[in-house]
């Protein structure tokens, strides 16, 4: 396993508890909103997907497992942290799947798979071009690859860098701000959707793209909300956060459509 890879798997078994909360927007706060912004967005796009299997890569605490579940479909998580597994199978969800593993597992779905979902996990691969012509490999034709990324030229993106950077500088203030999840000790990685991402998933095969953006604001760290707040800024951040403020949104998902017929 890549070293890069059981540093995830160790921060993931350390925080399940924590990912949890924020997933089911049980703490108020700007990561949980900007969270839930993000499954908005999926569970959008995964309505799409009318019938079969879901293969979620790096489902965490099944974040989409009852969505897909509820829409008929079947379920199969794999994650590599088996902490996120155990949280997993402890929700006793109906036909859902799961399983510990790392891309090395995905060639036994070559081709198989209605739909996948690769949702906050591009950061934490060594090699996220590996990962995502894994990933592209598992759809069927005429599936659906759904897809997030942290969007590589944007504001608030520039902006934690520089906190990131300065705060290495500043060892002993970094000790006190790597304790939240926010901030992971894990190298994050960005992306450009039109330069990079389109590109590389139209080689693969893929067409039909739609990409929705989140997190149009200048804010980069995690601060607690009121409740109040919470549910209007999750409002206007779906009306904000667009193609055209895409320079202003630290986040976006994309789904696209394989087609029909060999993949190169
Ligand atoms: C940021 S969480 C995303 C969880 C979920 N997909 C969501 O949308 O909230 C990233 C997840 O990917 C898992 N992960 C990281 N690297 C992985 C790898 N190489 N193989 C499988 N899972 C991995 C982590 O354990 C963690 O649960």
């Known amino acids: 396993m890549f070293d890069s890879h059981s540093k995830a798997k160790k921060y993931f ?32 796009f995964l309505r799409r997907v009318r019938k079969g299997t879901v293969l979620d890569f790096g489902m965490g605490p099944a974040v989409f497992g009852s969505s897909c579940i509820s829409q008929g479909l079947r379920y199969i998580g794999i994650d590599i942290s088996p902490e996120m597994v155990q949280k997993a199978k402890s929700l006793n969800l109906q036909n859902a799947e799961f399983m510990v593993g790392d891309i090395d597992l995905l060639g ?8 996948v979902l690769c949702i906050g996990l591009l950061d934490y691969l060594e090699d996220p071009e590996q990962g995502i012509l894994a990933l592209a490999d598992c759809v069927k034709p005429d599936g659906y690859l759904i897809l997030s990324f942290r969007n590589r030229f944007s504001l608030p993106r520039y902006l934690r860098d520089v906190l990131k950077i300065s705060l290495s500088v ?16 894990v190298h994050e990685k960005a992306f450009d959707y039109s330069t990079q991402l389109n590109p590389k998933l139209v080689h693969l095969g893929f067409r039909d793209f739609e990409v929705n953006y989140f997190n149009c604001s200048l804010f980069f760290f995690n601060f607690p909300l009121p409740s109040w707040i919470w549910r209007k800024w999750r ?28 993949i190169p």
């Open 13 to 44: 078994d350390k925080n399940v508890e924590n990912y949890w909360k924020r997933s089911e927007a049980q703490v108020k706060n700007f990561s949980s909103m900007i969270f839930q912004r993000r499954i908005d967005i999926v569970e959008n």
């Open 235 to 262: 409002c206007w951040d779906s009306q904000l956060a667009s193609q055209r403020t895409r320079f202003l949104c630290s986040g976006g998902v994309i789904v696209a459509k394989r087609r029909q017929g060999d």
């Open 108 to 115: 036994v779905f070559r081709n198989k798979m209605d739909a």
């Open 170 to 185: 500043f060892h002993q203030c970094k000790l006190s701000w790597q304790k939240k999840a926010f901030f992971s000790e």
